[in-house]
């Protein structure tokens, strides 16, 4: 059977069944059981460190009106995070390459972060599509450049976690497969290639880490200009 360098992107199925909602599922498993201690071991100590510090990053721009939000921004910064970090591991399935997921995920939180301004402050969230001072020739154009630029924001963040990621694997396996290759013929070349794969890998692991912010600082910057 031949196989594509695309292929590793299709969401594995199970008698017919699609399983990627499994795999969105499994990371939870990495969570802290409920427990009568405050603190059970050094690992959930390092993760209520680490979901701390995520959500004071998170809301340091905000104000108090939006730290509301704080659970749903921290549980999706924590979500994707571990599923583009688990999604590295080989023969593992990464949701967030698909572009369906990220903007399934992207459009009805910036949706509610949209109605959240329209409902809370109505005439500043329709003021941003006409800056101050705008000559009266120009005020059609740029009201249709504003609310292209408004409604394209979903999109943006959808398809910018999906690149990223994406491109990622692609060169992942593209260069695994010329350290392969090149083993039996030049064993130096294929060595050279396998430490730049390492290199690679190491820089995925900082990308999946650095969209995942990415994702929900956009978010959380959208939501500050509603409230």
């Not at 399983?19 to 209520?48: D, E, G, K």
């Not at 688990?86 to 399934?104: E, I």
């Not at 690149?163 to 692609?170: E, P, S, Y």
Request: charged fraction near 5%; aromatic fraction near 6%; glycine fraction near 4%.
């Amino acid at each position: 059977m031949n196989l594509s360098f695309f292929d590793q992107f299709m969401s594995p199925c199970l008698m017919g069944i699609p399983l990627a909602l499994l795999s969105m599922l499994l990371p939870t498993l990495l969570l802290p059981a409920p427990n009568n201690r405050w603190v059970p071991n050094r690992l959930s100590t390092i993760q209520l460190w680490l979901l701390n510090t995520i959500t004071k990053q998170l809301m340091a721009p905000l104000n108090k009106k939006a730290h509301k939000w704080a659970l749903i921004l921290t549980s999706l910064m924590t979500m994707l995070l571990m599923i583009n970090l688990l999604g590295l591991l080989p023969y593992t399935f990464t949701p967030t390459t698909q572009l369906s997921m990220n903007m399934a995920l992207a459009f009805p939180l910036w949706l509610a972060t949209l109605l959240t301004g329209l409902r809370n402050q109505p005439s500043i969230s329709l003021g941003h599509l006409l800056p101050e001072g705008t000559p009266t020739l120009l005020i059609p154009a740029l009201i249709l450049i504003e609310t292209t630029s408004l409604f394209i924001r979903p999109l943006a963040l959808g398809v910018r976690l999906t690149a990223n990621l994406t491109a990622g694997h692609l060169l992942i396996q593209l260069i695994s497969t010329a350290t392969m290759a090149l083993l039996p013929i030049l064993p130096v070349v294929s060595a050279l290639t396998a430490l730049i794969l390492l290199l690679l890998t190491i820089l995925e692991i900082a990308v999946a880490m650095i969209q995942a912010y990415v994702f929900v600082l956009l978010l959380s910057l959208y939501l500050q200009e509603n409230i």
